[in-house]
């Protein structure tokens, strides 16, 4: 019996609502348009970044081995014509942080969370300043739509706020530091 002849016989109707079934299915799972996850969860706190912390070394190769599953990039930028290198982290294309180093270069200074995929306990990316100001923090405007907040409790931890929605949270390793940095 030909192969074609014994599918049709063998294809009920039940199995061909099954089959739509299974690739409607198929179909949504691989379009989805909700953004890919990161490959385990990742959360600021004044410590630092997952097993990111002051020690360690500004390497891609030494905070590569504590973001597996990301991608790492070495640049430069120019801040008033002296060079910066900075590590940008990014998963699937989308930008995590951005890395700064020490003034000697050997270790991590401050890191810019830019993503609302890292965790933090007062609030991620694109929190609004109306919730944030429950947990009283201490706030300097700089432009009519700029503002940097810091908590007492969170020292390490700065809070920028752009049109009143949290546009970046900066972990330094020195809070005395992070005041001098962000002036």
């Known amino acids: 019996m030909p192969a074609a002849l014994l599918f049709q016989k063998c294809y009920t109707p039940q199995m061909k609502q099954l089959t739509l079934l299974l690739i409607a299915l198929l179909f949504a799972g691989g379009c989805s348009s909700q953004p890919k996850s990161l490959p385990y969860p990742l959360e600021i706190d004044s410590a630092g970044i ?61 890191i810019t969370v830019t993503s609302a995929k890292i965790a933090h306990q007062y609030g991620r990316i694109g929190t609004s300043f109306e919730v944030f100001q429950t947990y009283r923090p201490q706030c300097t405007a700089h432009q009519k739509e700029l503002l940097t907040c810091h908590l007492p409790e969170v020292p390490s931890l700065e809070y920028l706020f752009e049109n009143q929605t949290l546009a970046e949270i900066i972990w330094h390793t020195s809070p005395q530091k992070l005041q001098n940095t962000l002036k």
Do not use: Y
């Open 50 to 110: 997952a097993s990111i912390t002051s020690k360690t070394p500004f390497k891609v190769s030494a905070i590569g081995s504590k973001l597996l599953g990301f991608e790492l990039q070495q640049f430069t930028f120019f801040k008033t014509g002296v060079a910066h290198p900075v590590i940008r982290v990014t998963h699937n294309r989308e930008e995590m942080m951005l890395i700064h180093p020490s003034a000697d270069r050997e270790h991590i200074a401050f």
